[in-house]
Structures are given as C-alpha cells and as structure tokens.
C-alpha cells in the first residue's frame, strides 16, 4: 500500500523559510517521478516543482522559480521543496504527489498517488 506523507508546513512571515518534507511507503522515490502542488483557498490546486526519476532533472512553477528548491533523498525515500523568501501569496495546502510514469508536468491528473497535504500560510 502505498503512503506519502507530508510535513514541514506551518505559519511564516513574509520573507521566510520552510522546508517541507515528503515520505514515502510502498513506492521507491527514485523510481518515480515526484512532485509538489498546492491549493491556495477558493483556488485551484497548482502545479509548484517536480523532480524526474531518471536524471533527477527538476522543473518549477514560475512564480516560485528562484525561491523554492525541489530534492529528493533515497536513503530516506523523502522527497524536500526547501522555501525561501515566501510571501502572502504562496499560503495554501501543499501536496506531494507521485507516479511511475509521470513526465513531471503541471497537470495534476498525471499523478496516481497523493499526500494529504501540509498548510503553509505566510502572514504579511
């Protein structure tokens, strides 16, 4: 059965950081393709950063480019989004997600294993 469970969220102020993590039971992180969406309220959930399987290639969101960081580490099957300079705007649940055969983009219905998600809210 597979798991993945999220953590690190929590309340920040405007120009902090967190680092979110992503475990994962019944699947091998570096065998798929992992990645991090979230929701902000009354919004759509969106696609944030995805780390590839093969190559560990990474590929963000552009209004979190520069600022947030995706890695993954196999001993632990712990996938990170490292958070830096956050602001208002990027309050919302984050989720890790998960598929074998995943491309890492930004269409959530790509990936077959979902987290129950991790709030973040940034207060200005």
């Known amino acids: 059965q597979v798991r993945l469970v999220e953590s690190g969220g929590g309340l920040v102020q405007a120009g902090g950081s967190l680092r979110l993590s992503c475990a994962a039971s019944?699947?091998?992180?570096?065998?798929?393709?992992a990645v991090w969406f979230r929701q902000a309220p009354g919004k759509e959930r969106e696609f944030v950063a995805a780390?590839?399987?093969?190559?560990?290639?990474?590929n963000y969101a552009d209004s979190v480019k520069g600022r947030f960081t995706i890695s993954r580490d196999n001993a632990k099957n712990t996938v990170y989004l490292q958070m830096n300079t956050l602001n208002p705007e990027d309050t919302g649940v984050y989720y890790c997600?998960?598929?074998?055969?995943?491309?890492?983009?930004?269409?959530?219905?790509?990936?077959?294993?979902w987290g129950q998600g991790t709030h973040v809210t940034v207060s200005s």
């Open positions: 780390i590839r399987r093969t190559d560990s290639s990474t």
């Open positions: 997600a998960a598929d074998v055969y995943g491309l890492g983009g930004a269409g959530d219905r790509e990936y077959e294993y």
């Open positions: 019944g699947l091998t992180f570096s065998v798929y393709v």
